[in-house]
């Protein structure tokens, strides 16, 4: 499978459908955003939403969130999702590997990612594409 990483522009019909289509491959318990909510991730300069298109159909995503501490600038990914059409095709791969190489060209620290233990094949890819666990205790607020 060939597939094309670009960089989120603008956004349309075709990619809130994509979304429609995505996030609830990603979460059963959180809606799929608004065009509003998508123009917003698009316009930040903090953060870049990669899509993956293979046939010019839209088949993943990831989020890749910069922020600067004192200790320096970090990039957080979050929210990939590969169609389950395309999964084990190399989708994921080339969706982290643009990530990364924007981490890189924007000077950031690290990249830091979270990925529960069930999702064996994602495990996998991350430790191969160089991420290694972290030792620490993950806390979480829900407001």
Not at 87 to 94: F, I, L, M, S, T
Request: charged fraction near 25%; avoid cysteine; proline fraction near 5%.
């Amino acid at each position: 499978m060939t597939v094309e990483v670009v960089i989120a522009d603008e956004v349309d019909d075709e990619l809130v459908a994509a979304f429609e289509r995505l996030i609830p491959q990603l979460s059963s318990s959180s809606p799929p955003p608004t065009a509003q909510e998508l123009a917003e991730i698009v316009a930040s300069p903090d953060s870049v939403l990669y899509l993956a298109r293979h046939d010019g159909r839209i088949v993943g995503s990831l989020t890749l969130a910069f922020y600067r501490i004192p200790t320096g600038l970090k990039a957080w990914i979050e929210d990939v999702v590969v169609d389950e059409s395309a999964r084990g095709q190399g989708v994921g791969e080339a969706l982290n590997t643009a990530a990364i190489d924007e981490a890189r060209r924007r000077a950031a620290k690290n990249v830091g990612l979270t990925s529960r233990a069930s999702r064996e094949t994602a495990n996998r890819l991350y430790q191969r594409l160089g991420f290694s666990p972290y030792e620490t205790n993950v806390y979480r607020l829900t407001l």
